[in-house]
């Protein structure tokens, strides 16, 4: 069972954690202070989800999509724009579990129809 400490704790320095790196990757304007106000929402949610062991697809979903929307409010309140280079950053935890999403179901539909295989020909 988890406990709900380490959840806050881990959750906590994912967190900051976040909210640091991305202060050093935008411009001087938008703080890390900005930063963590906006990631706060979505790593509240995720620490959540997480303590209560949402299956791992449904929770690897649910933070790629927290986190598209948290980027989506940075580069709202940023006032400069932001580079090219984060905003590549911050579409790709969705593409790689749209991606993993997509070879697992693949993977399993060649199991499936290799036992079905093996099943008519015995």
Known sequence: MRHPMDTAV???ALWLLAAMLIDVLTPKELTALMV????????????????????????AITLATLWLVSVMAIEWITPKPISPYFLTAAVAPAILVGAWLHGTAR????????????????
């Open 36 to 59: 963590g106000e906006v990631l706060a929402p979505a790593v509240i949610v995720g620490a959540v989800f997480y303590h209560l062991k949402l299956p791992g697809p449904d929770l």
């Open 107 to 122: 993977w399993r539909r060649r199991a499936g129809a290799a036992q079905s295989a093996q099943r008519k020909s015995a």
């Open 10 to 12: 881990m959750s906590g």
